[in-house]
C-alpha cells in the first residue's frame, strides 16, 4: 500500500526566499506524480504533473523534481510571495493509472 | 474546456438523515471519477472512484455509497448519516487509464457539517 510523506508539515518564510517542499513516497510503481495547491476552505488547483519517465516540471516560478528510484519528489518555489500562502499536496498515482494518493501536505505561510 | 461541478458547497445535516452530493463534468468523455473526503486536520482519503458507468470501487469500508448513473455524473450518497461523516468532500475526474497524461482536476468542494 502507497504510503506518502511530506516534509516540512508547516513552514512559514519571510517574501522572496526560495523554498524547497519535499514527498516522498514508498512504493515507487508510480504512474505519474502530481502536485497540488489548496486554500482554506477550497478544491484542489492542479499545479505541475510529472510523468514517471521524466525528471522534472517547470511552470513560471514552480519546478518540481521526480526520483523515481528513490520514492522522492521536491516542489521548489521561486521568489516567494505572500500569494503562495496555502497547503501544497503531492499524489503519486498508481501504475494502473487508476488511484492518486496523497500526502499530509506542507502548510506554506509567506510573509510580506 | 473540460469544467467539474460539485454541489451544495456547504451542508448542515442533522444525524440519521440521507446525504445526496452530487459532481458532473463537462467536456470530456468516459473520465475516472473519485470522491476524496477531508477529515479536519488530515490529508485526503480516498473513498470511491470509477471508471465507467455503473463501476464503483470502494477503498474505505463505511456508511457511504456511490453511484455513477451516467458517464459524467458522480453521486455520494448516505442513507443514515454519522457524526464522524462530517468533513470536507472532493469530487475528482481525470483522463481514462493508459491516456499519457491522467491528470486530476478538482471541484470545490463540500463543506458538510452532521450535527
Known amino acids: 500500500k502507497q504510503e506518502v510523506t511530506q516534509i516540512p508539515a508547516a513552514l512559514s518564510v519571510p517574501e522572496g526566499e526560495n523554498l524547497v517542499l519535499n514527498c516522498s513516497f514508498t512504493d515507487s510503481a508510480i504512474y505519474n506524480l502530481q502536485w497540488f495547491r489548496q486554500d482554506p476552505g477550497k478544491g484542489l488547483t492542479s499545479l505541475l504533473l510529472i510523468q514517471s519517465s521524466q525528471r522534472e516540471q517547470t511552470s513560471g516560478r514552480l519546478n518540481a523534481s521526480l526520483d523515481k528510484s528513490s520514492g522522492r519528489s521536491t516542489l521548489y518555489i521561486a521568489a516567494s510571495q505572500p500569494g503562495d500562502s496555502a497547503t501544497y499536496l503531492c499524489a503519486p498515482e498508481d501504475n494502473y493509472g487508476q488511484n492518486f494518493v496523497f500526502g499530509p501536505g506542507t502548510r506554506l505561510s509567506v510573509l510580506p | 474546456s473540460q469544467t467539474i461541478h460539485q454541489w451544495p458547497a456547504t451542508l448542515v445535516q442533522p444525524v440519521g438523515s440521507p446525504l445526496s452530493l452530487e459532481c458532473t463534468v463537462e467536456?470530456?468523455?468516459?473520465?475516472?471519477l473519485y470522491w476524496y473526503r477531508q477529515a479536519a486536520g488530515r490529508g485526503l482519503q480516498l473513498l470511491f472512484y470509477s471508471v465507467g458507468i455503473g463501476q464503483i470501487s470502494s477503498e474505505v469500508p463505511q456508511n457511504l455509497s456511490a453511484s455513477r448513473p451516467q458517464d459524467r455524473q458522480f453521486i455520494l450518497s448516505s442513507k443514515k448519516l454519522l457524526l464522524s461523516d462530517s468533513g470536507f468532500y472532493l469530487c475528482a475526474w481525470s483522463r481514462p487509464v493508459r491516456t499519457p497524461l491522467t491528470e486530476a482536476f478538482f471541484g470545490q468542494g463540500t463543506r458538510l457539517t452532521v450535527v
Open positions: 467536456g470530456t468523455s468516459n473520465p475516472n
